[in-house]
């Protein structure tokens, strides 16, 4: 997939630990670059620290694994997954680790944000990463973060779409001169293959009235103008396809503009309905956790 989306012109690449896929989508770089498709420079490589790394000697060691599963020597963004710390699992023994401790209890750890930031600006001084980034923080936790940080984060990756706009948090994070990336940029769309409950229990952006309206309007696919409300907003995105039509699709979205009465309709979709929350997807008992909420 990876060689693939580079084929049709896409440059940059989100991944993660917790995708248990990095191995693969590095083979993929690999043969772009042997076949003098794209040079390593052309391309712009994220990744993210698991939640079980959180531990200031546990940050160096994974991020230097995690990149010769990519089989690259730097990262241009390494990403904090998630404001959690839990206990350490040794990739030795299960990798990725998931939530859990064992493969049944959620154990947390004792890293706090700052130890752990701490060891990430270290990665950005011996080169193993650009630059690095935050996910899933609220207002409250960048507040917090930006008292201590010496690199501000050049990224708040947060899951934002018409459901779920954020808009308090997106202005916060941009006045700061953090850029903002969203994921699942088509809402419950991204959680099906999960087989969420909430999300087969929303309709989709995809059939909504508004959004389809708007895109028979342009001449685009309800997808585009889901993308294009993000990005004119100065929102970038991370669009997923393993569909080769759907790729060239989601890279055609800056050839037009919605207006500004359009881009407020679709704003005016928000219920404030998030997907992608620890409480909701896989530990139900972990009530210590902070709500990821603007």
């Known amino acids: 997939t990876v060689y693939n989306a580079i084929k049709s012109g896409y440059r940059l690449f989100d991944g993660a630990c917790d995708y248990g896929n990095e191995v693969e989508s590095g083979q993929g770089v690999a043969r772009a670059i042997k076949e003098g498709i794209v040079k390593r420079e052309d391309l712009f490589l994220v990744s993210k620290l698991w939640n079980s790394f959180h531990d200031k000697e546990r940050v160096e ?20 997954h998630f404001p959690i710390s839990l206990k350490y699992v040794d990739p030795s023994e299960r990798y990725p680790p998931g939530f859990t401790y064992d493969g049944k209890n959620v154990v947390p750890g004792n890293a706090t944000i700052q130890e752990t930031w701490t060891a990430m600006e270290g990665l950005v001084e011996k080169g193993l990463s650009k630059s690095i980034g935050i996910s ?3 207002g409250q ?11 501000v984060p050049a990224t708040l990756q947060i899951e934002h779409h018409p459901y779920l706009t954020q808009l308090g948090l997106v202005e916060l ?3 700061h001169n953090i850029a903002v990336t969203a994921y699942s940029s088509f809402g419950p769309q991204s959680f099906l293959e999960l087989e969420m409950q909430s999300a087969k229990d929303t309709p989709l952006l995809f059939d909504n009235p508004t959004i389809k309206s708007i895109a028979e309007k342009h001449g685009k696919t309800p997808a585009q103008v889901l993308l294009r409300w993000s990005t004119q907003r100065n ?19 800056t050839g037009f503009d919605l207006a500004k009465s359009e881009i407020e309709q679709i704003s005016g979709l928000n219920k404030s309905l998030r997907f992608n929350d620890p409480l909701n997807v896989s530990i139900p008992h972990m009530k210590y956790a902070l709500p990821l909420t603007d």
């Open 61 to 80: 060691p994974i991020c230097k694994k995690q990149l010769k599963d990519w089989g690259i020597d730097y990262f241009d963004l390494y990403i904090v």
């Open 141 to 151: 936790l960048i507040m917090d973060l930006l008292r201590y940080a010496k690199i």
């Open 235 to 253: 929102v970038a995105v991370i669009p997923k396809s393993n569909n080769q039509s759907r790729l060239a699709q989601n890279l055609d979205v």
């Open 136 to 138: 899933n923080f609220n």
């Open 173 to 175: 994070a941009q006045s």
